[in-house]
Antibody, heavy 118, light 110 residues
């Protein structure tokens, strides 16, 4: 069974750094794109960026380029999303998703709630 | 890259059919077969309902179907049921930024 398990909820202050994780199991982690999705409170889904673990090919959506860093560690089948300096506007639920061999994203993590507040 | 355009809300009575549109451009919806649809219930992660415009993953009810014409993709839910009440998002591959979501549609079962 394919599973994506994300790290737990975080409460941070503005200016702090943060790295959240998404651990894949039940499949060949390196062989499928992982995407990160932001959902701000009461709002829609936004693709933030994508990584192909086999070669770390990374793509960022324009709104998130330079704002976050996406990485992956094949040895532990885990993808990461990190911020160097959080803002209150980063408060959101963050999901990771795995691409299928077609154009769909068929497996999703349970989400990580990030709250940034002074 | 702007979000694909979806109606904010669609409603229908149990047993009826509803259709949600997803309008993009020739650089995304119109240019590729990689349009997918996701259902999201409150507090839950999204669930893939349709991929590659019109294909259903295993386990998804055949009441859900997808199609595309030009720059607009559509999701049809037939035989509407109470459990279908949720938010629905389209997503398309795009030459610009890899993938983009639609603005989302709230489906209400009257």
């Amino acid at each position: 069974e394919v599973q994506l398990v994300q790290s737990g909820a975080e409460v941070k202050k503005p200016g702090e750094s943060l790295k959240i994780s998404c651990k894949g199991s039940g499949y060949s982690f390196s062989s499928y794109w992982i995407g990160w999705v932001r959902q701000m409170p009461g709002k829609g889904l936004e693709w933030m960026g994508f990584i192909y673990p086999v070669n770390s090919d990374t793509r960022y959506s324009p709104s998130f380029q330079g704002q976050v860093t996406i990485s992956a560690d094949k040895s532990v089948s885990t993808a990461y999303l990190q911020w160097s300096s959080l803002k209150a506007s980063d408060t959101a639920m963050y999901y990771c998703a795995r691409s299928s061999v077609s154009g769909g994203w068929d497996d999703w993590g349970q989400g990580t709630l990030v709250t940034v507040s002074s | 890259q702007s979000a694909l355009t979806q109606p904010a809300s669609v409603s229908g009575s149990p047993g009826q059919s509803i259709t949600i549109s997803c309008t993009g451009t020739s650089s995304d919806v119109g240019g590729y077969k990689y349009v997918s649809w996701y259902q999201q219930h409150p507090g839950k992660a999204p669930k893939l309902m349709i991929y590659d415009v019109s294909n259903r993953p295993s386990g998804v009810s055949n009441r859900f179907s997808g199609s595309k014409s030009g720059n607009t993709a559509s999701l049809t839910i037939s035989g509407l049921q109470a459990e279908d009440e949720a938010d629905y998002y389209c997503s398309s591959y795009t030459s610009g930024t890899f993938y983009v979501f639609g603005s989302g549609t709230k489906v209400t079962v009257l």
